[in-house]
């Protein structure tokens, strides 16, 4: 499968721990794309890198979540001391120049 | 600034009957218009997308869309539903492609049912 790939699908964990998710792009994307979908909404941008520099975070992102690409391949996403407003569903999405992005199927994130 | 909305939360359709799920945007400058579907468990797909061509967008699996500058108006559309369009659609609206992803704008989205 050549497509965005993310891991872990699911995740449960008890608030105030601390998770990462990944993402791998597609191959040779230069940009790589994180959103939040909360239950009934529609994604919301968070943040987003060219090659490994991140340019853009949105204001949904708080000091509690990080965003990594180290070498301008796949890309980290860590929330620290995680709250129960913080369930959602993490996707990722890469894109090449100027065009639209692809997709991953997301990682679900249960805060307990 | 830029918004969408989605007239509708949900729509339910008989299988074979036609579709329409109704978007109205709002943007300072002229827009690119996606349509993406996104299915139980799977990622968003692209189903299509306006970029300042042609108003009448054709996409994958029989949908089209119009794009009606003077409505402010994407409507996604299909003359035939199929039980496998049941699914998530989400109406997109963003700066021209000229510029990054990421200052698109999803909508709420449309929940289809198709009855068979």
Redesign the interface.
């Known amino acids: 499968d050549t ?2 790939s993310q891991d872990p699908r699911h995740k449960i964990t008890k608030r105030g721990q601390n998770v990462t998710f990944r993402c791998d792009p597609i191959s040779e994307h230069n ?1 790589l ?1 994180w959103y939040r979908q909360t239950l ?6 968070l ?2 890198f ?1 090659n490994e520099a991140q ?2 975070k949105s204001r949904l992102l708080s000091d509690r979540f990080s965003a990594e690409r180290p070498k301008g391949s796949f890309s980290t996403l860590e929330i620290q001391r995680t709250e129960q407003g913080d369930s959602a569903m993490y ?1 990722c ?1 890469s ?1 090449p120049h ?9 990682t679900r994130l249960t805060v307990v | 600034a830029q918004s969408v909305t989605q007239l509708d ?1 949900h729509v339910s359709v008989s299988e074979g009957t036609p579709v329409l799920l109704r978007c109205n945007y709002s943007s300072s400058y002229s827009p690119s218009l ?1 349509w ?1 579907v996104q299915h139980p ?6 189903l299509l ?1 306006y970029t300042s061509a042609a108003t009448l967008v054709k996409g994958i699996n029989g949908f089209e869309a119009e794009f009606k500058k003077s409505e402010t108006s994407f409507h996604l559309t299909k003359p035939s539903a199929h039980m496998s369009d049941a699914a998530e659609y ?1 109406c ?1 609206v963003s700066r021209p ?8 704008i ?4 449309t929940s289809l049912s198709v009855i068979p």
Do not use: H, I
């Open positions: 497509g965005v940009r794309y009934g909404q529609g994604p919301e941008f943040t987003y060219q340019l853009e996707l999405a894109s100027n065009t639209e992005a692809f997709f991953g199927q997301g | 939360s996606f993406y468990n799977k990622g968003l797909q692209l997308k989400f997109v492609l000229k510029t990054s992803y990421d200052k698109v999803f909508g709420p989205g």
